[in-house]
């Protein structure tokens, strides 16, 4: 049982500790780079939407707004880089949390683009890989950088959470 609340625990602040590092890389592009960011309520939006069994629209943001959207979205955001901490965990076990390395974070953490790329940009009208968006080279290549940079947050946030739960 203690290794399951190990499991959730340094899931959690692993996960939380590797979307905050990706926000912050956000922000710094936004600034040096004027590149937008995602607007979290447009996934909150769409969350919202496909809990009353509409999965695909053509353009969300034209989607009727829906209330707490700005709030859904942002608790998915995290929500999802915790599960995605799961997932490097459930691969590479409770060792790669007392002892991270850059590999194995940086395997999830680019491989969790494909959510965006396969599910998400589809979904919410932008296609596949955000091919039915002004410039789909430039936000490939920002999904792509930005979350190898969400690796790099699962690896610092796995040898800060080392450091915490030792």
Known sequence: MAEA??????????G??????????TMIRQRLLG?????????????GHLARGRLRHDQIAA???LRDERLIGWSAHYLIGIVFAGVLLAIFGLDWA???????????GIGSVAAPFLV??????????????????????????THAVFGGGLYLGGWLTHLVLR
């Open 63 to 65: 989607s009727p707004p």
């Open 35 to 47: 590149s937008p960011s995602l607007d979290y309520g447009l996934v909150g939006r769409w969350l």
């Open 16 to 25: 939380a500790g590797a979307t905050a590092v990706m926000d912050i890389w």
């Open 120 to 145: 998400m940009q589809p979904a919410m009208g932008a296609g596949i890989a955000a091919s039915r968006t002004p410039h789909p080279a430039a936000a490939r290549l920002h999904s792509l950088v």
């Open 5 to 14: 609340a190990d499991y959730v625990t340094s899931a959690v602040l692993i």
């Open 98 to 108: 007392r002892n991270p390395t850059i590999g194995p974070a940086l395997m999830v």
